[in-house]
């Protein structure tokens, strides 16, 4: 099979892309604009996996690149991952979210039906339940997003739901993660943002390192039992782990499919700090300072959803989370050099 994996030099992307070519002998093609990433994860994607990684680089909204790529490689399915991904950065310029996001996915759904390719995996996210803190957040839960890239996130998977009604041979299954940490366990791919980290993880390892001063811990006054905010973390290689089996389960049918990641369990930041310094043995300077706006107290999955489909759950716990991101740091003190 040939996957087309956009965004694939991205933290998830790449871990995917690790996972296809190890397990299946997948070919992969890349298709990245790097307006988030490097060369540096093909690189080392290459070396790890001894395989060629096409690239392209172009933005998915340019059409007739698009076309191109298509046209160059009999692609049997898609795994698409590139789209911009700070909340933060979504309310300041909302209208370069949908244009980066939507008119992205729109652009490859367009492609897809003119060179008849119907597969396709969504990274969606759980941040369209918005703040839903009562309890573990199951796929009925109704959605509630609080911020333009959430919305931009909930209207491709609306778009994907009109795409198969009108197509009825599409099969897609969207995929709405929790929060995907860690590397790869060799140490040689993992999470590195362009500029300074927005998400907590990635932040750790950069203050672990040194090279960050000390952590913000945005709020310890939410109603959870330490007071910082809780989430789902997942392990990236479980993520990318489910996206090899959703490649599989494309196969039995058309429609649209939606399923959480997650693995169920809560993790506060406060005790996110503990397990990096108990399972790196490094001092993580904090400072607790006022919460973030638009954060919810906890955002946990009811991932039984999956189990119950595919017989498949998360087999990696936060310890291995914080030890693989913590050797993909070591390793890589400034990300991947470009
Ligand atoms: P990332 O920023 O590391 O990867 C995204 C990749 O897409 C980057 O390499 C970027 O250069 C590329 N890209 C963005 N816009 C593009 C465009 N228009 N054309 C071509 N390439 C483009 O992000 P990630 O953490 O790997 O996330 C991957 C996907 O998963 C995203 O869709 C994100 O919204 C979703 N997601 C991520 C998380 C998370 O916490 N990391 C959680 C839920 C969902
Ligand atoms: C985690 C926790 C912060 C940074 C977002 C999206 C979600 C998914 C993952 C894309 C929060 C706290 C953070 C810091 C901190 N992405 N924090 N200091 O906001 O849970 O989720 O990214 O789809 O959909 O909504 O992730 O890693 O930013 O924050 O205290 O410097 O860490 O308050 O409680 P978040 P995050």
Same mark, same amino acid.
């Given at each position: ?10 933290? *998830? ?7 296809? &070519? ?10 990245? !604009? ?19 990684? %096409? ?29 911009? #991904? ?13 244009? !980066?996001? *939507? ?20 990274? @969606?996210?759980?941040? *369209? ?7 573990? *957040?199951? /796929? ?11 919305? @931009? #996130? ?8 009109? $795409? ?17 940490? +860690? ?28 090279? &960050? ?36 389960? &494309? ?6 499919? %939606? &399923? !959480?990641?997650? $693995?169920?369990? +809560?993790? @506060? ?11 790196? !043995?490094?001092?993580?300077?904090? /400072? ?9 107290? @906890? ?8 189990? #119950?489909?595919?017989?498949?759950? $998360? ?7 914080? #030890? ?15």
């Amino acid at each position: 099979m040939t996957v087309l994996v956009t965004g694939g030099a991205g933290f *998830i992307g790449s871990h995917v892309c690790a996972e296809l &070519l190890a397990n299946g002998g997948d070919d992969v093609v890349v298709v990245d !604009n790097f307006s988030n990433s490097s060369q540096g994860a093909l690189r080392a994607l290459r070396v790890l996996t001894g395989r060629d990684v %096409v690239l392209h680089q172009l933005d998915l909204r340019d059409n007739t690149e698009l076309d191109r790529v298509f046209e160059q490689h009999e692609i049997d399915s898609v795994i698409h991952f590139a789209a911009k #991904k700070s909340v933060r950065e979504s309310l300041q310029i909302p209208l370069d979210y949908f244009d !980066n996001n *939507i008119a992205g996915m729109t652009s490859l759904l367009l492609c897809m039906v003119r060179h008849g390719v119907r597969r396709l995996i969504f990274s @969606s996210s759980c941040s *369209i339940y918005g703040d839903q803190s009562q309890g573990p *957040i199951g /796929e009925d839960s109704p959605p509630c997003p609080t911020n333009p890239y959430a919305r @931009s #996130k909930l209207i491709c998977e609306q778009i994907l739901a009109d $795409t198969c009604a009108r197509y009825d041979d599409f099969a897609v299954i969207s995929l709405r993660y929790f929060n995907p940490v +860690g590397a790869h366990p060799s140490g040689t791919l993992g999470e590195s943002p362009l500029g300074i980290p927005s998400n907590v993880m990635p932040y750790i390892m950069q203050v672990a390192g040194g090279r &960050l001063e000390r952590l913000q811990v945005f709020g310890a006054d939410y109603p959870t039992p330490d007071g910082s905010p809780v989430r789902d973390y997942i392990h990236v290689m479980d993520v990318a782990e489910a996206h090899c089996l959703a490649l599989h389960y &494309l196969a039995d049918g058309p429609g649209l499919r %939606v &399923l !959480n990641l997650g $693995t169920g369990v +809560g993790v @506060s930041v406060l005790e996110l700090v503990r397990a990096v310094e108990d399972t790196c !043995n490094v001092v993580v300077p904090y /400072e607790v300072v006022a919460r973030r706006e638009g954060d919810a107290a @906890s955002a946990v999955a009811d991932p039984s959803l999956i189990d #119950k489909e595919w017989g498949w759950r $998360t087999s990696r716990d936060i310890r291995a989370m914080c #030890k693989d991101a913590w050797l993909f740091q070591q390793l890589h003190p400034r990300g991947y050099v470009v």
